[in-house]
């Protein structure tokens, strides 16, 4: 059965930490080919090039989301698990909705944290925290999102990354697919 899962959620919540503990435990990145990693071992796919060390991993290296239906139709081809993760990919409409669409199952996953730690985690990694309040208002949007796609029938789950670990974050999500 095809499955594919959407990981967003704002700057600093641990989107990319999260996508690099799955593709860890589903056996490590085996190649990259046109912009999708591949876990041959786990038939499982990832959008991006995760042996890359970037600032932008996953679908926010692309720089759009009209390219996700796309990479998620050839991967589907090669693998039964195709994930996707991106700030970008928190938003409701054709371009998430779509390749979502594409698989037997799908999932929608939302990592949240409280401002002070988002703020905390900024400082950590670029000195200066949070600039404005554009990173609230994003929660706020991709949260809306996360409703709309649940009430239109699509599978969805969020995580406090302030209260959850990454182990726990990754567990319950390979857990959740294992269950859909």
């Known amino acids: 059965m095809k499955k594919v899962i959407c990981i967003t959620g704002t700057n600093a919540v641990g989107k990319t930490s999260v996508a690099k503990w799955i593709i860890n435990q589903l056996g490590g990145i085996s190649f990259v080919k046109e912009g999708v990693s591949y876990m041959d071992s786990s ?17 926010d290296s692309f720089g759009c989301t009209n390219v996700v239906r796309h990479l998620v139709k050839k991967a589907l ?35 949240y944290a409280p401002q002070n730690v988002i703020n905390e985690r900024l400082k950590q990694r670029t000195g200066t925290g949070i600039k404005t309040r554009g990173v609230m208002l994003s929660q706020k949007q991709k949260a809306n999102s996360f409703l709309k796609y649940r009430e239109i029938g699509i599978p969805a789950i969020s995580f406090d990354t302030s209260k959850v670990t990454i182990d726990g974050v990754g567990g319950g999500i390979l857990q959740r697919i294992n269950n859909l």
Not at 80 to 109: H, M
Request: aromatic share 12%.
């Open 43 to 59: 038939k499982s796919a990832i959008l991006g090039d995760y042996t890359k060390n970037s600032k932008f991993l996953g679908v």
């Open 77 to 111: 081809e090669h693998a039964d698990t195709v994930f996707f993760e991106g700030e970008k990919c928190g938003t409701f409409g054709n371009n998430i909705l779509l390749p979502l669409l594409e698989a037997e199952k799908s999932l929608f996953v939302l990592l």
